[in-house]
């Protein structure tokens, strides 16, 4: 298991969100298991409505 940090960016980004929202800290097998992770997160803050498409960035979190 390894620590990602993934950053997560819209299609229509508010005024606010144009740099993204970073998510630290996300402790999974793979990137893609990381931003699995973050969107269903994200999903269940309220964070993916209405804003087109999201991008998931995950970088691998230097210890």
């Known amino acids: 298991m390894s620590t990602f940090n993934v950053t997560l960016t819209f299609q229509h ?4 969100e144009r740099e993204g929202l970073l998510y630290e800290g996300i402790v999974a097998a793979s990137k893609t298991e990381a931003n699995r992770k973050v969107r269903a997160m994200a999903a269940s803050y309220g964070q993916t409505y209405c804003q087109g498409r999201i991008y998931l960035k995950a ?3 230097s210890v």
């Open 13 to 16: 980004p508010a005024w606010d």
């Open 59 to 61: 970088t691998k979190a």
